[in-house]
């Protein structure tokens, strides 16, 4: 297919995906499970024609069968068929016929089975043309802005007018999701099991669409289409639209169940901590975490910054908030002169004014007074306000206080100008009552449930906020080509080194000997000290195998050495190099090919230090001077870089070119690159450089540009 008729195809089901997610009419075919999406259909309120189509049953649901699709009024915008697997695919291709906008298929049995169920899924696909599928293998699709609900079973949400859309690779997970406590209203619940046709990324440009869609949150079992992903991602960046990721297969284990239960691809997890950092898609690690932070981005947004306040009338609470925001990189500044007068006022000699506050049970039940304790906090001009409050359990006794003081927020929050980023924070997620919440909620208040899921979110939000701001910077990846087909060929440090150099790369001055006698003579050329090697495309670790000498300081060492590598059995061809001094830091640069993500860069702590503490930090390609400059700040060995305890600060500007230098490299040759590794790239005192000591390079094919051997 060309391009252009590539674009028409997206373009056709883009709009089908339109019909889909927002139906007017809705066919549903089989028994039981259709009878279902009728039901659900009618308890949250759905008003627009629902079909069923039966081959033999008079009627569905209470609704008035048809026979086949041909019989329907008109081509429905959204189908669910709930039939066996190989039926699914002559319904589908019957729809698609008549012009159809899209069809949730929940039958299993297709790729996620072997062989035989990918053949099947490929007809499905091929059947479905420019119509929207989602599945097959899947639940199905909550709209609870439209009350359409293309889903076979029950679910816990209801009618809203705006929320966050969810979408996720698990039907079991969706439908938990759906049955949530947390006073948040969904506006969306996609599950989309197999992605037969329709990728997440192209889900998430649909729901872009939707301004009543505050954020979106995705549960990621593995992207097949990374570069897709990133695009959209982008997008919604540009367009402020949050994205929150719970990213599945982070464990090998857990590697290995995703593979098994929605056939998609998990590439590695460092990777897709690069992607979603460079993308500003804030990464959750458990199903609440992704519940309070599209909670936070709902009801407050992005933030500027990840600076708070915190109250509460306990010591513990407040050194636990102290203690747990420290690490996520939010901090509790002090408080500005007008705001500690305001609190010494209301809270007396007796409370240590300080953030984060404890301010006693002095004020506890007096509505006025926590009010203006509040509203001092909630004028404090930071960029998110905590009030610490767990509501009593049912049952216990008269919970009259906890509701003043929720009283007493509300009131500071209406009063306070301009509006503040105010949180009702319980410690324990059970601690707010949903009805609470959901009373917050309406007030603008962010009811969040548990301290360390109210932290990341922000953390998330001010990630978010961040990534939003410098959005025109950021580019999206680009799709790679599939690595050719052959015998990777190893290129020698002389290949190897010539080739990056030719990118920009400093190497230390070298020249290739055959035989001790030349390398001395070239060793003297050079001058010294010197470094030698024996050079074979097979001497991949040659500190082990004896053949490389350090610190030759005359012909004689270097003879003497040259001649001791040949009694090793090594070749007799020998690279000769100025030795470089007095590096301040020896790191790694490696670039490795990834199934999803193709070529991507690592740099790290090098020389003997890599496998010892194993302090990398991982890019995606295309990477940035900016980006690769922000991976060396980010390593736990930085400080050696810039000046550690009056040590020389290294030349850091010549180590992010040396770095970009191997990036360019290996988008040059995307196609043919296996594998990278410099190692070590020692960095000099400022204004030195940093020189490449050692290069090792595995492609496909050799390099056309690679110089012969010498």
Same mark, same amino acid.
């Given at each position: 297919?060309?391009?252009?008729?590539?674009?028409?195809?997206?373009?056709?089901?883009?709009?089908?995906?339109?019909?889909?997610?927002?139906?007017?009419? $809705?066919?549903? %075919?089989?028994?039981?499970?259709?009878? *279902?999406?009728?039901?659900?259909?009618?308890?949250?309120?759905?008003?627009?024609?629902?079909?069923?189509?039966?081959?033999?049953?008079?009627?569905?649901?209470?609704?008035?069968?048809?026979?086949?699709?041909?019989?329907?009024?008109?081509?429905?915008?959204?189908? %669910?068929?709930?039939?066996?697997?190989? /039926?699914?695919?002559?319904?589908?291709?019957?729809?698609?016929?008549?012009?159809?906008?899209?069809?949730?298929?929940?039958?299993?049995?297709?790729?996620?089975?072997?062989?035989?169920?990918?053949? =099947?899924? +490929?007809?499905?696909?091929?059947? #479905?043309?420019?119509?929207?599928?989602?599945?097959?293998?899947?639940?199905?699709?909550?709209?609870?802005?439209?009350? #359409?609900?293309?889903?076979?079973?029950?679910?816990?949400?209801?009618?809203?007018?705006?929320?966050?859309? $969810?979408?996720?690779?698990?039907?079991?997970?969706?439908?938990?999701?759906?049955?949530?406590?947390?006073?948040?209203?969904?506006?969306?619940?996609?599950?989309?099991?197999?992605?037969?046709?329709?990728?997440?990324?192209? =889900?998430?440009?649909?729901?872009?669409? @939707?301004?009543?869609?505050?954020?979106?949150?995705? +549960? $990621?079992?593995?992207?097949?289409?990374? &570069?897709? %992903?990133?695009?959209?991602?982008?997008?919604?960046?540009?367009?402020?639209?949050?994205?929150?990721?719970?990213?599945?297969?982070?464990?090998?284990?857990?590697?290995?169940?995703?593979?098994?239960?929605?056939?998609?691809?998990?590439?590695?997890?460092?990777?897709?901590?690069?992607?979603?950092?460079r993308l500003g898609v804030a990464r959750v690690r458990d199903l609440p975490g992704l519940l309070e932070t599209l909670k936070f981005l709902t009801v407050h947004g992005t933030l500027r910054g990840s600076r708070i306040a915190s109250m509460s009338c306990s010591g513990g609470e407040a050194s636990l908030v102290a203690d747990l925001a420290q690490p996520r990189g939010v901090t509790l500044p002090e408080f500005p002169q007008l705001t500690g007068e305001r609190l010494r006022s209301v809270l007396g000699e007796r409370v240590s004014v300080a953030n984060p506050l404890d301010y006693h049970t002095y004020i506890w039940d007096d509505r006025a007074a926590l009010t203006e304790c509040y509203g001092a906090v909630l004028g404090a001009d930071l960029d998110a306000q905590l009030l610490i409050l767990d509501m009593p359990k049912p049952g216990t006794g008269d919970a009259s206080s906890w509701d003043t003081a929720v009283d007493a927020l509300i009131a500071a929050h209406r009063e306070a100008a301009p509006t503040p980023v105010t949180c009702l924070v319980s410690s324990l997620p059970e601690g707010l009552p949903e009805e609470a919440g959901t009373r917050l909620l309406g007030e603008g208040?962010?009811?969040?449930?548990?301290?360390? *899921?109210?932290? @990341?979110? $922000?953390?998330?939000?001010?990630?978010?906020?961040? #990534?939003?701001?410098?959005?025109?910077?950021?580019?999206?990846?680009?799709?790679?080509?599939?690595?050719?087909?052959?015998? /990777?060929?190893?290129?020698?440090?002389?290949?190897?080194?010539?080739?990056?150099?030719?990118?920009?790369?400093?190497?230390?001055?070298?020249?290739?000997?055959?035989?001790?006698?030349?390398?001395?003579?070239?060793?003297?050329?050079?001058?010294?000290?010197?470094?030698?090697?024996?050079?074979?495309?097979?001497?991949?670790?040659?500190?082990?195998?004896?053949?490389?000498?350090?610190?030759?300081?005359?012909?004689?060492?270097?003879?003497?050495?040259? *001649?001791?590598?040949?009694?090793?059995?090594?070749?007799?061809? %020998?690279?000769? !190099?100025?030795?470089?001094? !007095?590096?301040?830091?020896?790191?790694?640069?490696?670039?490795?090919?990834?199934?999803?993500?193709?070529?991507?860069?690592?740099?790290?702590?090098?020389?003997?230090?890599?496998?010892?503490?194993?302090?990398?930090?991982?890019?995606?390609?295309? &990477?940035?001077?900016?980006?690769?400059?922000?991976?060396?700040?980010?390593?736990?060995?930085?400080?050696?870089?810039?000046?550690?305890?009056?040590? /020389?600060?290294? @030349?850091?500007?010549?180590?992010?070119?040396?770095?970009?230098?191997?990036?360019?490299?290996?988008?040059?040759?995307?196609? @043919?690159?296996?594998?990278?590794?410099?190692?070590?790239?020692?960095?000099?005192?400022?204004?030195?450089?940093?020189?490449?000591?050692?290069?090792?390079?595995?492609?496909?094919?050799?390099?056309? *540009?690679?110089? /012969?051997?010498?």
């Amino acid at each position: 297919m060309t391009s252009s008729a590539l674009d028409t195809a997206r373009s056709a089901r883009a709009r089908n995906l339109q019909r889909l997610l927002s139906p007017r009419h $809705i066919a549903v %075919f089989g028994g039981r499970h259709a009878a *279902e999406v009728v039901r659900q259909c009618r308890r949250i309120g759905y008003d627009g024609a629902i079909w069923p189509v039966h081959p033999t049953h008079r009627t569905v649901g209470g609704l008035c069968c048809h026979p086949d699709v041909d019989a329907l009024p008109e081509a429905p915008d959204a189908a %669910f068929v709930a039939v066996p697997r190989e /039926p699914t695919v002559d319904i589908v291709a019957a729809l698609a016929r008549r012009g159809a906008g899209g069809a949730v298929c929940y039958a299993s049995g297709f790729a996620e089975t072997g062989a035989t169920g990918t053949a =099947l899924q +490929h007809r499905l696909v091929a059947a #479905a043309g420019d119509m929207a599928v989602v599945g097959p293998n899947c639940y199905g699709i909550l709209n609870y802005l439209d009350g #359409a609900a293309l889903w076979p079973d029950r679910h816990g949400g209801a009618r809203t007018a705006r929320g966050p859309a $969810i979408i996720t690779q698990s039907g079991n997970i969706g439908l938990n999701l759906t049955m949530h406590r947390r006073s948040l209203p969904l506006s969306y619940l996609i599950t989309v099991g197999n992605s037969a046709a329709l990728q997440l990324h192209e =889900l998430v440009e649909g729901l872009l669409d @939707d301004p009543r869609v505050t954020a979106i949150g995705l +549960h $990621i079992e593995g992207l097949e289409d990374v &570069a897709g %992903f990133s695009r959209v991602a982008l997008e919604a960046l540009q367009r402020r639209i949050p994205l929150v990721a719970l990213k599945a297969g982070s464990s090998p284990l857990g590697a290995r169940a995703a593979l098994s239960h929605t056939s998609s691809l998990t590439g590695s997890d460092a990777l897709y901590d690069a992607l979603f950092r460079r993308l500003g898609v804030a990464r959750v690690r458990d199903l609440p975490g992704l519940l309070e932070t599209l909670k936070f981005l709902t009801v407050h947004g992005t933030l500027r910054g990840s600076r708070i306040a915190s109250m509460s009338c306990s010591g513990g609470e407040a050194s636990l908030v102290a203690d747990l925001a420290q690490p996520r990189g939010v901090t509790l500044p002090e408080f500005p002169q007008l705001t500690g007068e305001r609190l010494r006022s209301v809270l007396g000699e007796r409370v240590s004014v300080a953030n984060p506050l404890d301010y006693h049970t002095y004020i506890w039940d007096d509505r006025a007074a926590l009010t203006e304790c509040y509203g001092a906090v909630l004028g404090a001009d930071l960029d998110a306000q905590l009030l610490i409050l767990d509501m009593p359990k049912p049952g216990t006794g008269d919970a009259s206080s906890w509701d003043t003081a929720v009283d007493a927020l509300i009131a500071a929050h209406r009063e306070a100008a301009p509006t503040p980023v105010t949180c009702l924070v319980s410690s324990l997620p059970e601690g707010l009552p949903e009805e609470a919440g959901t009373r917050l909620l309406g007030e603008g208040i962010a009811p969040m449930q548990g301290l360390t *899921e109210c932290l @990341d979110a $922000i953390a998330a939000a001010a990630a978010i906020g961040a #990534a939003q701001a410098g959005a025109d910077r950021i580019r999206p990846l680009t799709a790679h080509p599939s690595a050719h087909s052959g015998t /990777p060929h190893t290129l020698d440090e002389w290949q190897g080194k010539r080739a990056l150099a030719a990118r920009g790369l400093r190497v230390p001055e070298a020249a290739l000997a055959t035989g001790p006698d030349e390398a001395a003579l070239r060793a003297r050329e050079l001058g010294f000290p010197i470094v030698l090697k024996a050079v074979s495309a097979s001497l991949t670790h040659k500190t082990e195998a004896g053949a490389v000498r350090l610190h030759l300081t005359d012909t004689g060492q270097v003879r003497e050495a040259a *001649e001791e590598m040949l009694r090793r059995g090594l070749p007799d061809r %020998f690279l000769v !190099e100025r030795m470089v001094q !007095e590096p301040v830091a020896e790191l790694i640069v490696g670039v490795h090919r990834d199934p999803c993500f193709g070529p991507a860069l690592t740099v790290g702590a090098g020389g003997i230090l890599v496998e010892l503490i194993r302090d990398t930090a991982t890019l995606l390609l295309p &990477a940035s001077p900016a980006e690769i400059r922000t991976a060396l700040t980010s390593l736990r060995t930085w400080p050696l870089l810039d000046g550690h305890r009056g040590r /020389p600060k290294a @030349d850091v500007e010549a180590a992010v070119a040396a770095v970009a230098a191997v990036a360019a490299y290996a988008h040059d040759h995307a196609a @043919d690159l296996v594998e990278l590794d410099v190692n070590p790239l020692l960095v000099l005192p400022e204004g030195r450089g940093a020189y490449a000591a050692d290069a090792l390079i595995r492609l496909t094919h050799p390099a056309q *540009e690679d110089p /012969p051997h010498a």
